[in-house]
Each structure stands twice: as C-alpha cells, then as structure tokens.
C-alpha cells in the first residue's frame, strides 16, 4: 500500500480542530477469571488455563468474580463516577476466532459506572479535565498468533495459533466523552491520560498495569473539523496501542493524515486502525459504523450486579491518595523544580523514584541516578526491557558516593556490575575491591611518584599555574585504576606543593 501523505502538523492544526476520544482497557490481577476459576496469569503454556466455561462448552454456566466487580467499582470511585446501584451483563455477538463462544460477555446500557471526570495536566503545565462517559466490565478474548507472514499480522499468514489462557480474563473498559480544546497538544494529552489511568489502577492495587504485557491498552479516536463548526468529523480508531509513546505518535500521525485528505476535498473513512511502531504509522484495520450490530441482548446466564451501599462506602473509603495529589505531594517534599519534576514525571519514574528516596536516598540523588545513568542504559537496551536494579540498591550505590566510599565513576562501574546481577552495591565494591582510597598515605605515595617524573609541575603550581597539576592527578588516577579521590588527590599536591622549598 502506498504511503499516505501527512500534511505539516502545525499547518494541519491552523486549518482544523482535533477533536479525541479514549478508550482503555484494564486487565484486571484477579487471581481467576472473570466467570470461572481458571488461573488469571500471564506467561503459561497455551491453552493450560482453560475450563468449559471460558471456552464455551454446551452446557457450561458463568459466574462472576466477586473480587473482580469490587475493582471494578473502585476504579469507578476513583474516577469520580457514579456506581450504578443495578448493572446487568449483556451479550455482544460476534464470531471471531480468539472467542471460542461467538459473543463477549460485556456490559451494555448499564455500566458499572459512569460519569466521571479526570484532571490532566499536558508537559506544557496546562490542565484539562477530561469526562469520563463509562467504565464496564468485560472479558478478554484468547489471543491468536499468525505463522507464515512476513509481519505477524494475519494478512499474508499461512495458518493462526489460538490461545485462551487469555480469554475470559477481567477487564475494565473506560471510555471518555469527546475531549475538546487540546490544540497541538491532543497527542500529548492522549498519552497523559493513559499514564494517569495507569498510575490510578496501579496504585488501587487492581492491575498489574504493564503496558508491555497489555494489562493497559488504548484505542484512540482521532477526528478533525473545521475551526468554527460544529458537527463532528468523521473518526478513525487506531486499536490497542500499548506505550505511551506509540500513542503520542498515532494521535499525531492521524492527525496529519486526516488534514491531507480533508484538505484535498476527501472523505474520511470511519475505521479501525492499526499501529504500526516500526513503520511510524498507522494502516487501514476494518470499516465500522456508528451502528455496528452486536445484537446486544441481556445475558440469560448471570444474574444483576448489585452492590450495596455499604459496599460502595467502604470501597470509597479505602480509595488511596488521588494521582494529582501525590504529585502534589511529591513535588514539595523532593524540592525539584518544576521543570526537573515535570522532566521526572515525563519519564515515568515517579514510582522508581519514591521507592529510592524511601530507601534513604537524598531525593536529588535518586533523580540524578535515574534520570541519568539508568536512563541512558534504558533507552539503549530499547523499549519495554526492564532494567536489572531496585530503588534500594540505587539507594544503596547513592549513599556509597555520599560516604566518600566510591566517587561517581566508580559508581557507574558498580551500577554495571548490579545491572549484571553481581549483587548489592556495596557487595561488589567488597568483592572487587573497588572502594575509592582515602588513605592519604597512599596518595601521598603515589602523588610523589608522579612528581618524580613530571619536575616542572611544583614550581608550576607555585606560580599559580594550576592547570600543571591536572599531569599529576591524571598520573595518580591512573596509577590506582582510578580509585583515587581525584579532588582528594588535588587537595594533597596543593599542601604538597605550599610546604615545597
Ligand atoms: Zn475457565
């Protein structure tokens, strides 16, 4: 297919207003399944964690997952929603492979919450309040492997594996009004949204939230209209995108996308998409009408969800702290600056963080290590592999450069030999021997070795020439494999050279 053409982004949003809409799935860390006892994991061997239910023999009856309604409900609760007081299962029918009963046990028109509403606020510092029309339960479907093809899609596969391990796991599906009024910044709106729906379930302790296992996926919708009308444009919706990242660049390709052809008198189609990481761009998935037929209908099987007041009362009072506000929080107890804590949040690594300074780090510390050094090996290692290190033995590395133990390049040698899995810092610095030397007789030692060989640098410093001492601690550095204290080593040839005749 050829590839579309894009249209300048900035011109793109001179001539049109973007209009999204979000639509995250949340797997929910149930120990089973949303309607029968199979393990709820991720990982197994394929088609191990599968009964008559979740594949739908004859005969088979559903129940549903207590613990599974109850997070359900709190992330309802932390949304601001409303909690409907009697919510029934409906049937979505479709056939399709990686479903082995020919519908989804979803939710229809009663929801288990609805009306709600989130703050987000964009890198640029504004914030908008994004409305939340719904949050349903539903189920996952088995996921399907193509063989053959040259992409993993099934376009061009020979055959296709099926797995259920995955069907009938819980889901939580939230869905937003239309957001109005991003501007250029909808993509990263979009993405922002994403990042604080995952820190809210994270930390209500209801999904395990990693994105690169899907516990959190996104569809976005993306239409744009003429600046001053009213009616929307016709959407496209780019299915389960699963970084952040990626959905920052779907919603901006979309947009560009959709400006060339609107403005080359065009029509959009409305479809879903698929995102393609590699390629930067997004590709036609199948047509869907605002009237698709599911042919949604009660299910027979299951009786109402109906939580009772109490219920809802002690969930909410069990709510923790809101994401904004442990910003908030966070912001003034670290005393970063608002650029190096917008910068930390941009990251994604409040959570390391945290846990680093709970681990008795100094907070400046911990944003220097993980901002720096572990963000550098991070990006090489490339999206989605997770670094070999915890909070506490970065804790531990920074309070071994606070102790005067190792200096920073030792310290970046040690964090490699963590990274590795040699153990704690300060069991690698023991074993291999690698604290700084902070004997100043042996500096001493080593300082009057190097002066031997270099005469001119005492008279030199004398003069006040300090650039001549740097031959010497170079000389020093390199005697002890850089083990030195290299200001501890200057400090010493200055006294040396002061009591020299
Ligand atoms: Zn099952």
Redesign the pocket.
């Known amino acids: 297919m050829a590839k579309a053409e894009l249209m300048n982004y900035e011109k793109a949003l001179e001539q049109f207003e973007v209009v999204i809409g979000l639509e995250v799935h949340v797997e929910l860390n149930t120990k089973t ?1 949303m309607f ?3 393990k709820n994991e991720f990982g197994n061997e394929p088609n191990t ?7 739908a023999l004859p005969g088979a009856l559903p129940a549903v997952n207590k613990t599974a309604v109850e997070s359900s409900i709190k992330i309802g609760l932390a949304l601001g929603c409303d909690i409907q007081p009697t919510g029934r299962f409906a049937r979505k029918n479709y056939f399709y492979p990686d479903l082995a009963k020919n519908f989804q046990t979803s939710q229809y028109d009663e929801p288990i919450a609805f009306n709600g509403s989130l703050e987000i606020e964009v890198p640029s510092g504004a914030v908008h309040n994004v409305l939340i029309e719904r949050a349903h339960m539903e189920e996952d479907a088995g996921k399907l492997t193509h063989i053959g093809g040259a992409t993993g899609r099934i376009q061009g596969a020979e055959y296709s594996l099926v797995d259920y391990n995955r069907a ?1 796991v819980p889901l939580v599906e939230i869905v937003t009004k239309p957001i109005f009024g991003a501007g250029a910044e909808a993509p990263e709106l979009a993405a922002a949204y994403v990042r604080s729906i995952r820190e809210i379930v994270k930390a209500l302790g209801v999904s395990d939230a990693r994105m690169e296992r899907g516990n959190v996926r996104c569809d976005a919708n993306v239409s744009l209209r003429p600046h001053g009308t009213e009616k929307l444009g016709t959407r496209t919706e780019t299915k389960n995108v699963n970084s952040l990242r990626s959905i920052e660049r779907a919603v901006r390709y979309e947009i560009q996308r959709q400006a060339h052809i609107l403005a080359s008198g065009d029509t959009i189609t409305q479809e879903t998409r698929h995102w393609h990481e590699d390629k930067g761009s997004t590709s036609a998935g199948r047509p869907k009408s605002d009237a698709d037929d599911y042919r949604y209908f009660p299910e027979p099987d299951l009786v109402p969800v109906q939580p009772s007041k109490e219920l809802i009362e002690s969930l909410r009072a069990s709510l923790p702290e809101k994401p904004s506000d442990r910003r908030k929080r966070l912001a003034a107890e670290w005393n970063f600056s608002e650029l190096e804590f917008r910068d930390v949040v941009n990251a994604d690594l409040l959570d390391q963080i945290e846990e680093t300074v709970a681990a008795g780090a100094k907070s400046q510390a911990a944003r220097k290590w993980w901002m720096g050094e572990l963000a550098r090996i991070a990006n090489e290692a490339g999206d989605g592999v997770e670094l070999n290190v915890t909070p506490a033995q970065v804790a531990e590395l920074a309070k071994l450069i606070e102790d005067g133990k190792i200096n920073d390049r030792l310290a970046r040698e040690v964090l490699g030999f963590v990274l590795a899995g040699e153990g704690s810092p300060a069991e690698i610095v023991a074993a291999r021997g690698l604290e700084v030397v902070s004997d100043d007789g042996a500096l001493i030692a080593a300082i009057e070795a190097a002066l031997a060989n270099a005469p001119d640098v005492i008279p030199a410093i004398k003069e006040g020439r300090m650039q001549a001492a740097g031959q010497v601690i170079g000389a020093v550095m390199k005697a002890m494999a850089g083990s030195a204290d290299a200001a501890r080593v200057r400090e010493l040839l200055i006294e040396i050279a002061n009591k020299a005749q």
């Open positions: 399944k029968c006892g199979c964690n599968v009964c008559p239910i979740c594949i009938g």
